[in-house]
């Protein structure tokens, strides 16, 4: 696709529950990224996808997130038993061979009830 | 060693002023410099980079200022408009090792007509 692209755009869950955010990078990028954006605050880090190579999943904040991607393609990132404090906006970005510069989605806005 | 620090938080300037934030950073094997720009509900965009082997690089209204003996690197934004307010963040990385990108905290711009 034209950009990437990121669904849902918002999600309302109750605490406790698991939600699934997908992301669709641009077509040919093989790295593809998440980051985590609280309201007023910087990029916080959260995994990295490069190719066939294992993910740098050294920003995952616990066992209760994990992320899985097939391939060159889609991205899932997955929240377990959500917390309120796992509400944020979810960035995903793709890039060419994982150097030069990230195109972000608009990302997924969380929130926990 | 893989921190870059950008200031200020937040910048208030006045329509037609100039607009600067600065970073500076640890890693000196750093080689890509990055600034995005991100409105409010949207992803950020890169805005304009540099690398290390010029000392500044112009689109449009917006510089890059590149102090290698310093570690440092700044956006200059001239004749601010209202349109510019938004949230830039500086970024760094070594292009050629696939690594990703380390981001600066983030500058709140407001233009005020």
Not at chain 1, 34 to 62: C, M
Not at chain 2, 23 to 35: I, M, V
Request: hydrophobic share 30%; proline share 5%; aromatic share 10%.
């Amino acid at each position: 696709g034209a950009g990437v692209s990121q669904s849902p755009s918002n999600k309302v869950t109750e605490k406790g529950k698991d939600v699934e955010l997908r992301c669709d990078p641009i077509s040919g990028h093989t790295a593809l990224y998440w980051y985590r954006q609280r309201l007023g605050q910087g990029l916080e880090f959260l995994i990295y996808f490069q190719g066939n190579s294992a993910p740098d999943k050294s920003g995952l904040p616990s066992d209760r997130f994990s992320a899985e991607r097939t391939g060159e393609s889609v991205s899932t990132l997955t929240i377990q038993r959500t917390q309120q404090e796992d509400s944020a906006v979810y960035l995903c970005a793709s890039s060419e061979r994982g150097t030069g510069g990230y195109t972000f989605g608009s990302g997924t806005r969380l929130t926990v009830v | 060693q893989q921190q870059v620090k950008q200031s200020p938080q937040s910048l208030i300037v006045q329509k037609g002023g100039i607009s600067i934030i600065n970073c500076a950073y640890e890693n000196t094997a750093f080689d890509y410099f990055p600034w995005y720009q991100q409105f409010p509900g949207k992803g950020p965009a890169l805005l304009i980079a540099i690398r290390p082997d010029v000392s500044e690089k112009k689109e449009g209204r917006f510089t890059i200022s590149f102090n290698k003996s310093a570690k440092q690197f700044s956006l200059h934004i001239m004749d601010s408009q209202p349109g510019d307010s938004a949230t830039y963040f500086c970024a760094a990385e070594k292009e050629t090792s696939g690594s990703r990108l380390t981001f600066g905290e983030g500058t709140q711009l407001t233009v005020n007509p």
